[in-house]
């Protein structure tokens, strides 16, 4: 079971990046697929998602109209879409695969925003 990140780096205010995860290993469109992030001296927390399968997808109020979540099933990607992104943005994120029985995470991946 892999989940393989790519798409991180920095970037200046105001800025755009796309992340990407691809899974390989397990049935992905089975699986719920979310975002978190971590700050440094922060809790991890989730950003955007599914709580299960069915539910409507949720989004961090702080990142509401900015980060876009989507998911392509033929390829077993999910993506993040993060705009304007703004310095309090600056974190590792890490995708997560969840099911009932199983929960694995991507390797993370840093997200600097700075001018």
């Known amino acids: 079971v892999q989940l393989v990140q790519s798409g991180g780096g920095l970037v200046q205010p105001g800025g755009s990046l796309r992340l990407s995860c691809t899974a390989s290993?397990?049935?992905?469109?089975?699986?719920?697929m979310n975002w978190y992030r971590q700050a440094p001296g922060k809790e991890r927390e989730l950003v955007a998602g599914n709580i299960s399968r069915g539910s409507s997808t949720y989004y961090l109020d702080s990142v509401k109209g900015r980060f876009t979540i989507s998911r392509d099933n033929a390829k077993n990607t999910v993506y993040l879409q993060m705009n304007n992104l703004k310095p309090e943005d600056t974190a590792v994120y890490y995708c997560?695969?969840?099911?009932?029985?199983?929960?694995?995470w991507g390797q993370g991946t840093q997200v600097t925003v700075s001018s």
């Open positions: 997560r695969a969840s099911n009932l029985r199983d929960v694995y």
């Open positions: 290993g397990f049935i992905f469109r089975t699986y719920v």
